[in-house]
Every structure is written in C-alpha cells, then in structure tokens.
C-alpha cells in the first residue's frame, strides 16, 4: 500500500519553510549527568565552561505533555515536524558546523527551519526525509549551525534478507570498546528526554516493531564518537558529520560496540562498527584552526 500518494506528499512538502524558535539555559546538572553515563572523570563543570560538542543534544528538550504521546513514545505526529503517516521515524545523521564555543550558564536561542521534505523508495520501501536546520546563538552571536537529518519509513517486512553488511576501509588509530546494555540506553533516554520506545521497552521493540533486541540511539553513537576524539586529543572541533549506515541492537548476549577513529592531519574519520565488524554509523570531523 503507498500511504504517500501525490496529495499526501504535496500536503507534507507544504511544511518546508516552517520555523521555530526556542530558548534554554544551559544549566550544569545535565553536564554532569551525561560525564558520568560517558564513564568520563571530568572535574565540576563550572559556568563560563565550554560545552562540549554534541552536548548541546541535552537541552531544549521536547516537552509533549503525557496526553500528546503516541503509541511509539514519540510525540504525535504534526506541529513542527509534518505529519508523516509512514510509522517508522530515526535520526538518519546530521552536519554540524561551530562558529564559537557555547557556554555554560548562557542562555541561547535556536532558530529551526524545516529545509527540505524528500520522498525516496528504498530497498525496504518507501522513505520520507526530512531536513532540519538549528542555528544556535547566544549574547556573542552565532554559535553553532547544525543540519538533522531525519529519516520516516515503513514496517519492515521482518522476513526479507538483511543488506549486506559493510566493513571499516581503514585500521583505528583510536578505539574504544563499549558495552551499549540496557542501563546506558535508559540513562541516555532519560539525559535527552527521549521516550521513543524502541530504546527502553523491549517487549514492544521485539514484538511490535520487529526488531531483536534494543535500538541503540543514533545520537548516542554520535556523541561516544566526538567523545573518543575529546579523549585523545585536546583540540576543538569545528566540523562534525555522521551517517547512520546500519542500525545496532542491545541483546541479551552483551554484544559489544567498537568506536573507532583515524586521525589524518587536520581532519579525523571515525566510525563505529558492531560485534560482527560491520560499519553502524560513519562519520568525519575537522579540527578548529
């Protein structure tokens, strides 16, 4: 069945322009929350302290009151973002781009506008993407530009032959093996307010969607990347990209997660790949100058 005919399409493509604006104040308890569920010994942050990258996921949280959520978690369709009527939605990457450093205790703007709304048909079927732009400033200007990609398809026919998986092209530099269990995908849902129940609800991801085991967030991945740079090296990034390329699972046999890198010059790949050594998520950085 296509639950994307012309009109439908038209009527979503009619959201592109839209905008929203926000504001937070980037307080330190979510700082401190998420440098404990990283497993990092970081010192007390302290106003005035630079955020780090990807950070910034931590505030201007989505607030749908409990009678606004849908059977996924997530907040019912429409608002915002358009009203897709395909009923699977994931982070499918994003750019990002930083002009100056956000700051702890400031307060901050972020002005979101909806770029594009792209129909595509995929290996699985039907797909939707949708473009985000977030432009973050604070008393100092712009400080961060970031484009979110998002990604809508249909229910996966949980029968049909998996694509073949892709393996890492080069050898880390850098490597950090972690354990993505059920308490670290919690934690993190709970740090970014994040109630889609493909992360935390086991019965309803294995027997509603489909899947075998636990979703692993896009951004969590993400953010153990720019996390794995910050360990070995203490120079800014000004540029980040990421591609979700294959999704991971928690399962009951703890399965490890490997987040790579490979420093050249001024520039940095990393990716991170799953138990099997397949490439789950890829992604590049550029160092401030």
């Given at each position: 069945m296509?639950?994307?005919?012309?009109?439908?399409?038209?009527?979503?493509?009619?959201?592109?322009?839209?905008?929203?604006?926000?504001?937070?104040?980037?307080?330190?308890?979510?700082?401190?929350a998420m440098s404990a569920t990283l497993d990092r010994d970081d010192g007390e942050p302290l106003h005035g302290d630079a955020l780090p990258p990807l950070w910034h996921w931590l505030y201007f949280l989505p607030v749908a009151k409990q009678s606004e959520i849908g059977p996924d978690g997530h907040p019912?369709?429409?608002?915002?973002?358009?009203p897709v009527p395909l009923p699977r939605r994931m982070w499918a990457g994003g750019r990002l781009h930083w002009h100056q450093p956000m700051r702890l205790g400031d307060d901050v703007q972020r002005v979101s506008s909806i770029e594009k709304v792209q129909h595509k048909t995929g290996r699985s079927g039907e797909l939707l993407f949708v473009q985000v732009l977030h432009r973050f400033s604070n008393a100092q200007g712009l400080c961060l530009e970031e484009t979110h990609d998002i990604v809508y398809r249909a229910t996966a026919d949980t029968n049909a032959t998996p694509a073949p998986g892709v393996k890492p092209t080069l050898a880390p530099v850098w490597q950090r093996d972690i354990m993505p269990d059920d308490v670290l995908l919690f934690r993190y849902s709970a740090l970014t307010f994040n109630s889609h129940r493909i992360h935390?609800?086991?019965?309803?991801?294995?027997?509603?969607?489909g899947y075998p085991g636990l979703i692993v967030h896009g951004p969590l991945m993400a953010t153990l990347l720019v996390d794995l740079l910050r360990r070995h090296s203490h120079r800014a990034v000004q540029l980040f990209e990421f591609k979700a390329v294959k999704p991971v699972f928690e399962c009951a046999d703890q399965r490890a997660l490997s987040v790579c890198a490979q420093p050249d010059g001024e520039q940095v790949h990393a990716w991170v790949q799953d138990h099997t050594g397949d490439v789950c998520m890829q992604a590049n950085a550029r160092w401030a100058s």
């Open positions: 296509n639950l994307l005919d012309a009109d439908t399409l038209a009527h979503l493509q009619s959201w592109q322009g839209q905008t929203e604006t926000r504001h937070d104040h980037l307080g330190l308890s979510p700082v401190r019912k369709r429409g608002g915002f973002l358009p935390y609800d086991r019965r309803y991801v294995t027997q509603v969607e």
